[in-house]
């Protein structure tokens, strides 16, 4: 059991030190009510169709929102939007408090300002580990000239002026 800790732990730092985008995905759940939380586990899949993925954690409290909902919005975020990224990281708080945020054509919770947004159908649930990967038909989506929000060993940053 020592070992698998000890193969976790070097996991766990090993994906930390991998530079990754940071995103907000949001949804409605039963109730009409948004619900939303800060990814990094987020990519392309297919151009035709065009589909993306992301993956929760079933011990996250939103969970069985995501797991029941037609769909989601993923946000990729904008460099300006480092407080966004952590309100939705934070348990127990009113995520959407202070962030400009409407309701879709789609019915979908929309962040403004993001660098980008992809309102989603969800297509596939797959059943991963301690995660499900849903995979999202794009059905929508806009993009904002902005510089990227980044996210590496557990900081959120802009890009390097030297890039």
Known sequence: MKRTMEKGDVFKQIMGHYPTGVTIITTIDENGEPAGLTVNSFTSVSIDPLLVLWCIDKKTSSFETFLKADG????????????????????????????????????????????????????????????????????????????????????????????
């Open 72 to 163: 989601f919005t993923v946000h990729t975020l904008a460099s300006d939007q480092v407080e966004a990224c952590w309100a939705f990281a934070r348990k127990g708080s009113d995520r959407f408090k202070g962030v400009n945020w409407y309701t879709s054509e789609n019915k979908l919770p929309i962040i403004k300002d993001s660098l980008g947004t992809l309102e989603c159908r969800t297509v596939q649930r797959i059943d991963a580990g301690d995660h499900i990967i849903l995979v999202g038909e794009v059905l929508d989506l806009f993009k904002n000239d902005k510089e990227p929000l980044l996210f590496y060993n557990r900081k959120a940053g802009t890009i390097p002026k030297d890039w």
